[in-house]
């Protein structure tokens, strides 16, 4: 997040007291950045209005397409470039090819949904993005406000947060 | 609310610890200076390693002549060491992804370093299919390449090809899912360090993790949805293991329950590798609030019911070598018990099938001391179940002048010391620079679970609860 951009953040130590203070801030029209926080909180997303993830439809589709490359693979060596009788099988030989089509829709699963994942975040190594506060990844919850995506006024916002039982509150 | 918790449950963070309290206690180790026993045992670890390298270095060298296989015995050790380390290999995946599935919350404090451990085993595994290969520079002859020979291709029929995509699969996605876990708790690390070299490290590995709500919400699809294709994964993995040797004409390997018996042995080996290691770890590190004896019970329980269906496995067996009528199969069975390794079959039947029903008592399970001593002759039962099936099964050709006997040479017992080299100097590498607890996990679970939580906490969670 770029250092110009002009963000209050709520600064709250229990997971419910975040939790509630979102829908107490949103009640009063302040549009929520987003709360930043050491590790998930069910309902969270929801409560700060974040669409539901997509990701298992990625991983869905990556998965046909790891099942449809391994099939294909093990047909066009076993059946077409290089056929060979083996155990008087036919070359088709389908129930000897589930364990490794299995293993391969699984690799693709795996590795698609991470990356799928990764690009998603915006997370890859070397990403110097730091927390907006460094206490989140140990025990802070902050929730970040933009202050020039809002109507209301930095000082309303500022109120608003310490009545929802922020700790602190900061400017950045 | 994800913290209405029965009160009846045992607290599963113990020392009314705070969140930050977490952080703290698990990097403490990765932060400081080594301590003088980690430096001891990592050094006899890597002593031991040196050693094993160069038996292993021997092998590959002069081929698996070296080792004391013969004409009729031409598996032995060497894939007894890989079934049996890919068998320890299965808890950790087993314990982060089942166990997610199922909602345990005990595995978030240990879920880390048993996945760690099932790397660590099944790498170890890896290097004696290597060796077995005789010439391991050749092992990408194992891939579907395009080759020399006209593109002749891995024959897709075969479960040794199965098994080569099977461990590698497994491999790489255990070691992703275990690498994903580990980012949020890297980006925990990055934020405290106080050195640049830290700092860049762990801020290279933690990829800018910012901890947003939304990342969040993702991680945990992403991690259910890893926990979902694992889990099949997992019992693929030593289903297919098997079929190396249930696909056979060998009689006491050519048998339909190998797949059942084999994921249970997994299990249970593998949860008693993991007893092993968590009853030191939590010594050593000073754990013993985040892994309790609640834990330590559990994993006995799991040791017990596994330990019993591997128990009716042997009995099933041998019923059915009877029962089937045939006599080739009969008398493998009974060679077995009686023949001339009648003792590797007696240590076996002791340590998997007796000693796992000590647990039935609870000041058993709940025992260290006992506990711990368990665990390791859980895993000498299961290393002798896999000698057992290997080389009694072969011994007694169909030609009686044909039988023989195996005596390990130096480099038998060389290449199985090299997988203990391996797989302890990589713990313990992991055991000082990577967080051995998964932070993120144990804290959100803590409300409602955690002993004492900060009176503050205990009134808003009640708040929540009316509202």
């Not at chain 2, 002048?401 to 090299?418: E, H, L, V």
């Not at chain 2, 679970?449 to 503050?456: L, R």
Request: with cysteine; net charge neutral.
């Amino acid at each position: 997040m770029s250092s110009t951009t002009n963000y209050i953040l709520g600064v709250y130590d229990d997971e419910d007291e975040v939790l509630h203070a979102v829908t107490a801030v949103k009640a009063k029209g302040i549009k929520i950045e987003d709360v930043f926080t050491p590790f998930p909180i069910h309902g969270l997303d929801v409560a700060v209005g974040h669409a539901r993830t997509r990701l298992p439809i990625a991983a869905f589709m990556f998965g046909t397409l790891g099942l449809i490359c391994a099939l294909a693979l093990i047909s066009y060596t076993m059946v077409f470039d290089w056929p060979m009788i083996i155990g008087g099988k036919d070359f088709f030989a389908l129930p000897n090819w589930i364990p490794v089509t299995f293993e391969g829709t699984v690799l693709f699963t795996a590795f698609g949904l991470v990356t799928t994942f990764c690009v998603s975040n915006n997370l890859y190594p070397g990403n110097k993005a730091e927390p907006l506060d460094l206490r989140i990844t140990d025990d802070k919850f902050v929730m970040a406000i933009n202050v020039d995506k809002n109507k209301v006024s930095a000082a309303d916002i500022k109120k608003a947060l310490k009545d929802s039982g922020a700790i602190e509150v900061n400017t950045k | 609310m994800s913290h209405v918790v029965s009160p009846i449950r045992e607290k599963l963070v113990t020392g009314g610890k705070s969140y930050s309290d977490v952080t703290h206690d698990i990097c403490k180790q990765v932060e400081g200076e080594p301590t003088k026993e980690w430096k001891i045992a990592f050094g006899i670890s890597c002593l031991v390693f040196i050693y094993g390298a160069y038996c292993l270095f021997y092998t590959w060298w002069q081929g698996i002549g070296v080792w004391g296989l013969n004409k009729t015995v031409g598996w032995a050790w060497d894939i007894t060491n890989f079934v049996w380390w890919v068998g320890i290999g299965h808890a950790g995946t087993l314990i982060s992804a089942v166990l997610l599935l199922f909602r345990q919350k005990w595995r978030t404090s240990i879920n880390r370093s048993a996945e760690a451990m099932t790397i660590f085993a099944v790498l170890c595994a890896a290097s004696f299919i290597l060796a077995h290969m005789g010439r391991p520079w050749l092992a990408h002859w194992a891939l579907p390449l395009p080759n020399a020979f006209g593109s002749l291709w891995v024959n897709f029929n075969s479960p040794l090809v199965w098994d080569v995509f099977a461990i590698s699969t497994y491999l790489s996605v255990s070691l992703l899912f275990w690498y994903m876990g580990l980012v949020p708790d890297l980006a925990t690390i990055r934020d405290r360090a106080t050195t640049a070299g830290r700092k860049f490290w762990y801020g290279l590995f933690s990829l800018g993790w910012t901890g947003s709500s939304k990342t969040w919400a993702r991680y945990e699809y992403m991690s259910l949805i890893l926990a979902g294709i694992s889990t099949p994964l997992v019992l693929s993995v030593h289903t297919i293991v098997s079929m190396d040797f249930a696909t056979s004409v060998i009689p006491g390997w050519h048998t339909t329950i190998f797949p059942p018996y084999f994921v249970a042995g997994a299990i249970f080996s593998g949860f008693a590798m993991v007893q092993t290691l968590l009853l030191i770890t939590r010594v050593v590190f000073k754990l013993e609030d985040y892994i309790t004896i609640e834990h330590i019970e559990m994993m006995n329980i799991v040791i017990t019911v596994t330990g019993s269906v591997v128990g009716i496995a042997y009995l099933t067996e041998f019923f059915i070598a009877w029962y089937s009528g045939v006599e080739y199969e009969s008398y493998a069975f009974i060679n077995r018990a009686t023949g001339p390794y009648w003792w590797a079959y007696w240590m076996m039947m002791t340590c998997n099938v007796i000693s796992p029903q000590l647990f039935w008592s609870k000041a058993i399970r709940t025992n260290l001391m006992v506990s711990f001593f368990l665990s390791i002759v859980v895993n000498v039962g299961m290393w002798f179940e896999r000698f057992v099936i290997i080389v009694t099964s072969l011994h007694r050709d169909y030609i009686p002048s044909s039988w023989a006997m195996f005596s390990p040479t130096r480099y038998d017992i060389g290449d199985y010391i090299f997988s203990f080299g391996l797989f302890f100097t990589l713990f313990f590498l992991f055991a000082k620079f990577l967080p051995v607890v998964n932070m993120a996990e144990v804290k959100a679970v803590m409300k409602g679970v955690s002993s004492n939580f900060p009176e503050k906490k205990a009134k808003s969670t009640k708040k929540t609860d009316e509202e």
